[in-house]
């Protein structure tokens, strides 16, 4: 059975900075499991661990999405050479939420 093939950000944590949340992903080295933590916002403390996907679209810039528990679904649009990130959040209750910011790395996961 072959490995699966994991995106070169496998095994590192980013903040992801938009305004009015702010939060820790942390990509699996060893998986498509990403951990997330809200550190700043009206959501601080929500936190949970998901299986994403993840797609290059050209180099440097990946399309990753997850599903949360809750049914919440997350689509990131992020360039990992220039720090930025696009987010799109549709809630539970089906809100969507279009977020721009910052991308910083933080290290291994």
Avoid at 47 to 61: A, K, L, S, T
Avoid at 62 to 82: K, N
Avoid at 95 to 109: H, I, K, N, T, V
């Amino acid at each position: 059975m072959n490995a699966p093939c994991l995106p070169p950000f496998a095994g590192c944590a980013f903040e992801v900075a938009y305004e009015g949340l702010t939060a820790i992903n942390a990509y699996a080295a060893d998986s498509l499991i990403l951990r997330y933590e809200i550190t700043e916002g009206a959501l601080r403390g929500a936190r949970g661990e998901v299986h994403y996907r993840w797609r290059e679209i050209i180099p440097d810039i990946y399309a990753i999405s997850w599903q949360e528990a809750d049914g919440a679904t997350v689509v990131h649009i992020d360039d990992f050479a220039l720090g930025t990130s696009q987010s799109f959040l549709t809630t539970r209750e089906l809100d969507l939420y279009r977020l721009s910011g910052a991308l910083r790395p933080l290290g291994g996961s």
